[in-house]
T-cell receptor, first 112, second 114 residues
Framework: QKEVEQNSGPLSVPEGAIASLNCTYSDRGSQSFFWYRQYSGKSPELIMF????GDKEDGRFTAQLNKASQYVSLLIRDSQPSDSATYLC????????????FGAGTRLFVKA | ETGVTQTPRHLVMGMTNKKSLKCEQHLGHNAMYWYKQSAKKPLELMFV???????ENNSVPSRFSPECPNSSHLFLHLHTLQPEDSALYLC?????????????FGPGTRLTVT
């Protein structure tokens, strides 16, 4: 059973702080990794994708990938109340079968 | 707007009804997906189509019947559903030869089965 694990939270951080969201995955053959943001009642919105080990930065967001540890994380710098949402980690298991597994999500709450 | 549209946005149906969900993508992608999202559960992949050929059926009950007439359109035909099928149904699309590129989601259809 291919799995993607996330801490369900809620993760509460003060405005302006760094929020750190973590995800582990079970399939060593996984090739592509994604972070989505989902507001309550809305559909998931792509924030970041990362394919190679290391860090990838886009504005206030940094994705970090460590394939040896089967670990991917998302850092949100200068957190804003508008960042309050559920963050979904998704992993494409790389079989060529178009199968992406989603974690259950971490709820983030940014306090003003 | 992500370039993926879904209709209807809300649907209430009885267990004996037949209805269809529609998804259209304007992104030129080759792959389209149906997901189910129930409260407090992860997104569940239901079906995947690549260039209108089904590549994935994740053990979905036969009361859900997908149809993909071309790479831009995807339907989910519903019949004799159960109350536990009430959920948010999401359509997504992606490009790439192996489905390993990012997916873009439509707004979803909120389905209630009475």
């Amino acid at each position: 059973q291919k799995e993607v694990e996330q801490n369900s939270g809620p993760l509460s951080v003060p405005e302006g702080a760094i929020a750190s969201l973590n995800c582990t995955y079970s399939d060593r053959g996984s090739q592509s990794f994604f972070w989505y943001r989902q507001y309550s009642g809305k559909s998931p919105e792509l924030i970041m994708f990362i394919y190679s080990n290391g860090d990838k930065e886009d504005g206030r967001f940094t994705a970090q990938l460590n394939k040896a540890s089967q670990y991917v994380s998302l850092l949100i710098r200068d957190s804003q109340p508008s960042d309050s949402a559920t963050y979904l980690c998704a992993v494409n298991i790389g079989t060529g079968g178009f199968k992406t597994i989603f974690g259950a999500g971490t709820r983030l709450f940014v306090k003003a | 707007e992500t370039g993926v549209t879904q209709t209807p946005r809300h649907l209430v149906m009885g267990m004996t009804n037949k209805k269809s969900l529609k998804c259209e993508q304007h992104l030129g992608h080759n792959a389209m997906y149906w997901y189910k999202q129930s409260a407090k559960k992860p997104l569940e992949l239901m079906f995947v189509y690549n260039f209108k050929e089904q590549t994935e059926n994740n053990s979905v009950p036969s009361r859900f019947s997908p149809e993909c007439p071309n790479s831009s359109h995807l339907f989910l035909h519903l019949h004799t559903l159960q109350p536990e099928d009430s959920a948010l149904y999401l359509c997504a699309s992606s490009s790439g030869p192996q489905g390993d590129y990012e997916q873009y989601f439509g707004p979803g259809t909120r389905l209630t089965v009475t």
